[in-house]
Nanobody
Framework: QVQLVESGGGLVQAGGSLRLSCATS????????MGWYRQAPGKQRELVAA???????DYADSVKGRFTISRDNAKDTVYLQMNSLKPEDTGVYSC?????????????????????WGQGTQVTVSS
């Protein structure tokens, strides 16, 4: 059974920092794209940051310069360092493992597709 377990969420004041971890039962070196998503109350889930198997990264415009995604293949763990946090960063942050290359649409995917999710961790930023 595939498991992705997030940790590191919590309550922090605006301007503070948090580091999220996503420990997986997968061998992440073989996963095309690992991503962090967040869902704020009343809003759709959005991609915050992604990292590919060859180390390329992509960020939502709202977090560029403040968040950093990284991966430790030896530990099968992905991290999200979040600095200069803002109240609008509040939400449930979830880790995702996707077999697609970054930016590839599902309709264009060839092969056995998978997408695994963790249970999420709450991040609350107070003003």
């Amino acid at each position: 059974q595939v498991q992705l377990v997030e940790s590191g969420g919590g309550l922090v004041q605006a301007g503070g920092s948090l580091r999220l971890s996503c420990a997986t039962s997968l061998s992440i070196i073989s996963i095309n794209t690992m991503g962090w998503y967040r869902q704020a109350p009343g809003k759709q889930r959005e991609l915050v940051a992604a990292i590919t198997s060859d180390g390329r990264t992509d960020y939502a415009d709202s977090v560029k310069g403040r968040f950093t995604i990284s991966r430790d293949n030896a530990k099968d763990t992905v991290y999200l360092q979040m600095n200069s946090l803002k109240p609008e960063d509040t939400g449930v942050y979830s880790c995702n493992a996707d077999s697609r290359r970054l930016g590839l649409q599902l309709k264009d995917y060839i092969g056995s597709y998978y997408s695994y999710w963790g249970q999420g961790t709450q991040v609350t930023v107070s003003s």
